[in-house]
């Protein structure tokens, strides 16, 4: 059978895949002129950077962990120890691990006191029941009790393990306040935790996306073809695109939330639309500053996590690329990312952004000469958020879509590769199982 797949970023392209595998004939259309989405490449003066996602989580990535084995990659991937520290208001540097909660036990401002509640909060997580797939929309709308991860970070863990230890990491991940978040995702990854392991493809990882197609062998990919259009016709689907019909017996949208609504549109009822419509997406900026010759080459960590008690922070992290991801910078180079928390967003222009990426970086990691190049990633709807009672409101579109259209999205659970991989997957075998 024929079948559509609407967008190419992470979770289209794991349809894509599926579908092919399962024996249909698939045409992927991607508006844009390259697969990844979010987490596609960008080339600039021998630089690769990363317009999104920065890194794969290892042992909490299973699907996407298992297709790129599947597929022969998983031996490609490059590890990545992410060492950190954490920036206090006062400039003092506190060492610890991304991938390694109990390293944020060892940091001096934690009094015994609080590290005891942590320790108790730990072990009451892990002794009662969570998700056991994180990015399982369906799974975390079971353990969403209407309770945001601030509330119960500071009820349970106290102010100075919430400042020192929930915020930072939230931050760099999610860039929005913790009382935007419900719990259960960060608490299944708690859970969790101790199968985290970072690792970069090669090429970044924007390149999950194009090894999915690559191994779509009944696949064709459109790209700069954005589609215009979804009407029904006698076999299925008709699907409008660069003025063009294309028929399909069915279809998987793996486009944003709010696009999706406006194609289904005729064919939704109009709750599914208020919901994906409605769907949390926030502003989003990082900035890239590429040095043709590295500023500080035996600096000791690669990331460096500002904290501090109280108060706004603009800033959630600053990244040293080289070490992330090797192939991102040309040889004895440096790539800085800079990532900004949302809220300050509304009031800086580029201009603010920019510049205080720069005096960010500087603060960081020491003096430096001018870069080769500042480059501003801004977007106005960048990541998906998902706050108390967001799952379930969002896996009942699931029921309100027509015959053989799937959706897929990392909308669907937390922004993430994981959440859009895991999505494509279960998008396209629930397509397969309406075809036969």
Not at 273 to 287: F, G, I, K, N, Q
């Amino acid at each position: 059978m024929k079948t559509i797949v609407i967008g190419g970023g992470p979770a289209g392209c794991a349809a894509a895949y599926t579908l092919s595998k399962q024996g249909h004939d698939v045409l992927l259309f991607e508006a844009s002129d390259q697969v990844g989405g979010r987490t596609k490449q960008l080339r600039r003066d021998g630089f690769n950077l990363a317009t999104g996602a920065l890194f794969l989580m290892g042992g909490i990535y299973p699907r996407t962990s298992a297709l790129l084995a599947e597929m022969g990659h998983d031996r490609d991937i490059v590890p990545w120890g992410g060492a950190s520290e954490l920036q206090d208001k006062d400039d003092s540097r506190y060492p610890v691990s991304f991938v390694s909660l109990l390293s944020y036990l060892r940091i001096p401002v934690l009094s015994l006191g609080d590290k005891l509640k942590v320790a108790m909060a730990g072990l009451r997580l892990h002794l009662r029941p969570g998700a056991s797939n994180p990015f399982d929309g369906a799974e975390l709308a079971a353990f969403d009790k209407g309770e945001d991860l601030e509330t119960w970070s500071r009820k349970n863990l106290g102010e100075r393990a919430y400042e020192y230890i929930v915020r930072p990491i939230m931050d760099f991940l999610y860039a929005v306040p913790a009382s935007w978040l419900s719990t259960p995702f960060p608490h299944a990854i708690i859970q969790q935790a101790h199968k985290m392991k970072l690792s970069v493809p090669p090429g970044g990882v924007g390149q999950v996306s194009e090894w999915f197609v690559q191994a779509a062998k009944r696949a064709e990919v459109r790209l700069s073809t954005p589609v215009e259009r979804v009407e029904r016709s006698s076999q299925g689907y008709r699907v409008f695109a660069n003025g063009e019909a294309h028929d399909a017996d069915g279809l998987v949208v793996a486009t944003e939330a709010f696009v999706a609504a406006k194609l289904l549109e005729p064919y939704i009822d109009a709750d599914a639309r208020s919901r994906l419509t409605e769907a949390p997406y926030t502003d989003y900026a990082h900035v890239a500053i590429g040095y043709a010759k590295s500023p500080w080459p035996n600096y000791p960590t690669d990331i460096v996590l500002p904290v501090g008690v109280g108060g706004t922070r603009n800033i959630g992290a600053i990244v040293l690329h080289s070490r992330r991801h090797p192939g991102s910078v040309p040889k004895g180079g440096e790539l800085v990312g800079v990532y900004f928390n949302t809220p300050p967003l509304a009031h800086m222009s580029d201009e603010d952004i920019k510049r205080e990426a720069l005096e960010a970086a500087i603060k960081a990691f020491g003096a430096a000469p001018d870069p080769t190049f500042v480059h501003l990633f801004r977007y106005d709807r960048g990541l998906t958020i998902a706050g108390p009672g967001h799952y379930s409101k969002l896996d009942a579109v699931h029921k309100a879509m027509p015959p053989r259209v799937c959706l897929a999205g990392d909308y669907f659970s937390q922004a993430g590769v994981e959440a859009a991989v895991f999505s494509g997957e279960r998008a396209a075998q629930m397509l397969d199982r309406a075809m036969h």
